[in-house]
Every structure is written in structure tokens, then in C-alpha cells.
């Protein structure tokens, strides 16, 4: 009887033990919920290590925690979850929330959608960042690092998720109020110290529009100065193409073409003196991939453009959305040919070479 009580408690010693939790001390949890064009909970984890591991229930899944790992979102004090960087999880699906339209070098137009409640707007070209001056209307922009000041992520945190959105643009990121999300707070145990939570929606598709500028036609063989009017990733081209336009109708088919998949297509400059061309990479599975015209040079009736052609890394945070990356570009004087090659002056079909 005395052997079955003691077998009894023991048990009873061993399942307490299997149901308790090492977690890290000081633990803190910031989460930022991505919605519209990337779908992801990234949750940054915090804290001391009890040894060299602990351990912590995330979402209702126990996850193990150690020292942090070399990974873009890594930032100073976080911990790794599963040998990640940050804990990631799918997020709900989110209706539209606002649609951001570049008119400028520094000017933009927000249309929030109904009901939404929008603190803040940011954009990337895919080199930097700007703020703009409100949710509302038409704005102006300053430059910051990253995502700095984006609901509650810290500096640290707006940086690294910076730089990781950042090559992916043009996109708009714009910092949603916490109430009325899909998604409800992560269930955290042991119960934190610190909880952040920050929620973004990301539009993926921003075209840019400048007005022509009229440089001089240049001589036959020559470089010729060549206007970027615009660029996105949301054509209807399905394969790689290149457009030309010599006539209005053909410039009208041309921007037809390129924001064939969206609303509020700008009405493209009068070609009279000029000739106006449309690069289509053809669709791709995620974000992450643009084309930029970096040269150009004429010879006789032909022009030839050299592009460059980027795409995401391995392993990087990308836009879950399908997308059809494009440039139009304007060029001095009347062509009939156009050929595209890569920066390394082969020629360019199906996409290219990424780099």
C-alpha cells in the first residue's frame, strides 16, 4: 500500500514537472500582423535564457527559444523561435484599405477606403523610405529610416522589417489602428511582461508618374537621355513583351496595358516628337521583382535599352500576391525597333537574367 501511495506521488511529481514551463526571464512578445499584400504574424520574443535554451507557448504551440540566429529580421536582445529569427504565423485576410498614387517626386494621393482607420502611410521606391504628411488626400513626403515610428515596433524592429520590404517596392505601408482586426492578440505563456502589437497593411502595387521631360535628339549611334514615366507591378502582361508607341493610340494601348489590373490609370503625355516604350517582365508568383531602364543609345531607326532586373532573395519576407512588373520610358525622336538587353549587353527575353 505504501509502495502504490509513493508510486502514486511520484507520478503525480512527474506530471507537474511536464507541465510546467522554463521560460525566459524578463520574457516580452512584439508581434507586427501584416495584411494586403504579404499575410504573416512576425513575432519578435524577448528575454533572458534560463541555460542555454527555454521555452515558450505561442498561438497554443510550444516553441523553443535560444540565443538569436543571423537572419534579416535578427535584432539586438531577440531571441530565436526554432532556430528562426521570429515566430511566423498566417494571418486573416483583410479588405482593402486605402490606394496610395505617386504624382511626384515627393507628392502623393491617399484614398483611404471606408471604415478605415489609418494612423500613418509610408512609402518605398525600393531604395527608401518616406512618410507622408497624412492619411488623406493629397500629401507631401519625408524621408526616414524605415519604418521608424510605425506603430509600436521599435527602432530596431522598423528597420529590419524596412529592409526587408524595402527591395520589394514600390509599395505603400500604411500603420492600422489595433481595433477591429481579424486577428485576435497572440496567446502567450508564461505571461509577458512586455506585449507590443502593430498592424500594417501593405499595398503592393504603387505606380509612379512624372511628367516627359524634352531633351534634344540626339545623333545616330549616340546615348540618348531617356524619361522614366512610370513603373509598377501590376500589368495584365502574363510573358515578357516590349511596347512601342509612336502614335497617341498606341500610347493609350500601352498604359491600357500596364494598368490593366487596377483603377485610376493616369492618361499618358502626347507622343509627338517621341517615342514611348513599355517593358513587361510577365508574371511572377510573389513580390520582390521590378525592372528599371538604365541606359539607352540609338542607331538609325532603332533604339536600344539596357535594363536592370531584380528579384527577391532566397529565404526573404516577400508579398504573397502574384504580380506582372513593368517601365515605360520615353525617348526623343521616332524608332521602329526596340531591343532590350541586360546591364551585361545580352539580350533580354522571358524575363531575363535576375540580379
Known amino acids: 500500500m505504501k509502495r502504490t ?85 498566417a494571418t486573416a485576410a483583410l479588405p482593402p484599405r486605402l490606394t496610395l498614387t505617386r504624382s511626384g517626386a515627393s507628392l502623393f494621393t491617399v484614398s483611404p477606403q471606408p471604415g478605415a482607420n489609418i494612423q500613418a502611410v509610408y512609402y518605398t521606391d525600393g531604395q527608401s523610405w518616406v512618410k507622408l504628411s497624412g492619411t488623406s488626400g493629397a500629401v507631401s513626403a519625408t524621408r526616414v529610416d524605415g519604418l521608424r515610428g510605425a506603430g509600436q515596433l521599435t527602432d530596431d524592429e522598423a528597420r529590419a522589417l524596412g529592409d526587408v520590404l524595402r527591395p520589394q517596392g514600390p509599395l505603400a505601408v500604411a500603420v492600422l489602428s489595433d481595433t477591429g482586426l481579424p486577428d485576435a492578440p497572440l496567446a502567450v505563456e508564461p505571461t509577458p511582461t512586455e506585449y507590443r502589437r502593430t498592424a500594417l497593411y501593405i499595398q503592393s502595387s504603387v505606380p509612379t508618374a512624372a511628367a516627359p521631360a524634352t531633351p534634344a535628339v540626339p545623333s545616330t549611334g549616340a546615348s540618348v537621355t531617356f524619361t522614366e514615366l512610370a513603373s509598377g507591378t501590376n500589368a495584365s502582361a502574363a510573358a515578357f513583351g516590349v511596347q512601342v508607341a509612336t ?11 500596364a494598368y490593366g489590373r487596377q483603377t485610376g490609370a493616369p492618361t499618358p503625355p502626347s507622343v509627338t516628337g517621341r517615342t514611348l516604350i513599355g517593358v513587361f517582365l510577365g508574371q511572377r508568383s510573389t513580390g520582390g521583382y521590378s525592372v528599371r531602364v538604365v541606359g539607352a543609345t540609338v542607331t538609325g531607326d532603332a533604339v536600344t ?49 535576375t540580379r
Not at 502614335?247 to 496595358?257: E, G, R
Open 5 to 89: 501511495l509513493m508510486a502514486a506521488a511520484l507520478l503525480g511529481v512527474g506530471l507537474l514537472s511536464a507541465c510546467s514551463m522554463t521560460g525566459p526571464g524578463n520574457l516580452r512578445v512584439h508581434e507586427v500582423l501584416l495584411y494586403g499584400g504579404a499575410q504573416e504574424r512576425v513575432v519578435w520574443v524577448y528575454g533572458t535564457l534560463q541555460g542555454s535554451q527555454s521555452s515558450v507557448k505561442l498561438g497554443g504551440t510550444t516553441a523553443d527559444v535560444r540565443a538569436q540566429v543571423n537572419d534579416a529580421l535578427a535584432v539586438p536582445g531577440s531571441l530565436s523561435v526554432n532556430g528562426k529569427a521570429t515566430y511566423r504565423q
Open 305 to 353: 535599352l539596357r535594363v536592370r532586373v531584380t528579384a527577391p532573395g532566397a529565404g526573404s519576407l516577400t508579398t504573397q500576391a502574384i504580380t506582372s512588373p513593368w517601365t515605360i520610358v520615353s525617348v526623343p525622336g521616332a524608332y521602329r525597333t526596340v531591343t532590350v538587353v541586360d546591364e551585361a549587353g545580352q539580350p533580354l527575353s522571358g524575363g531575363g537574367t
Open 247 to 257: 502614335t497617341n493610340a498606341a500610347a493609350a494601348a500601352l498604359y491600357a496595358q
